[in-house]
């Protein structure tokens, strides 16, 4: 009878190897459910992810999946590449940006939405003015004078770590399908349902399941001045 010790381990070794192969020659929508089968090896699949994370490539959606799973696992060794690697995310932040994103990132990364959710707001209204930090909420005219490079930072960020789901372009995507139609849109983001707005915080979905372009939420934008 073999032992357990008598697992053939070059078997295991050439499926690591061939999703290694695979996760480089294959396009972006056919990364994610690999790094999905490389999260589900355990500890042999933390390699191919940091060589994964390490190419010097541009983010992507499967970069910020990759980097949660390292992100959230105890091993020292994967722990000590992030941060020699990606000390602040693997997006970097622009100098140009207004904004200190460093916190967002984390908590994008973790994937704490709400808390993430609750600071992107935050950054928004201190984006726009003095007067927005008191009342903790923007006018939809002033939306306009936020500056362009935080607004690219913030969805990026969104987008990088959810994947994909999220971010204001995607919400922007979603309303042009609908025909800039607003009470089409808030359905098909679960922002309302049956002519009754989602109530806030607890029956939004802060998590991966929720409807594309559920988060961030900027119903705290008001009427005009």
């Known amino acids: 009878m073999n032992s357990p010790l ?16 695979a996760l480089q020659e294959s396009p972006l929508p056919k990364q994610l459910p690999l790094i999905q089968t490389l ?45 020699d690697r990606f000390p602040n995310g693997i997006l970097p932040l622009s ?23 609750r600071l992107t707001l935050q950054h928004l209204c201190e984006l726009t003015s003095p007067e927005a930090v008191k009342r903790k909420w ?19 960020l969104w987008q990088i770590y959810s994947e994909g789901k999220f971010g204001f372009a995607q919400q922007r995507q979603l309303w042009l399908s609908v025909g800039r139609n607003w009470e089409r849109l808030w359905p098909k983001i679960g922002w309302k349902k049956a002519n009754t707005w989602t109530r806030y915080p607890g029956e939004f979905i802060w998590n991966l399941s929720a ?11 008001r009427g005009v001045r």
């Open 39 to 83: 999260i589900g090896t355990g500890e042999v699949g933390y390699p191919v992810l940091m060589d994964f994370l390490g190419n010097g490539a541009l983010p992507t959606v499967a970069m910020g999946r990759a980097y949660q799973h390292l992100y959230s696992v105890t091993d020292e060794g994967v722990q000590q590449f992030l941060v």
């Open 211 to 221: 409807p594309l372009g559920h988060l961030p939420l900027s119903n705290q934008l």
């Open 138 to 156: 923007l006018y939809f005219t002033e939306v306009a004078q936020l500056p362009t490079v935080d607004l690219q930072t913030l969805d990026q």
């Open 6 to 21: 008598m697992e053939n381990p070059p078997a295991s070794q050439d499926s690591i190897e061939a999703l290694q192969t």
């Open 95 to 117: 100098p140009d940006c207004q904004g200190n994103y460093a916190k967002l990132q984390t908590l994008l990364a973790s994937q704490d939405f709400e808390s993430a959710d």
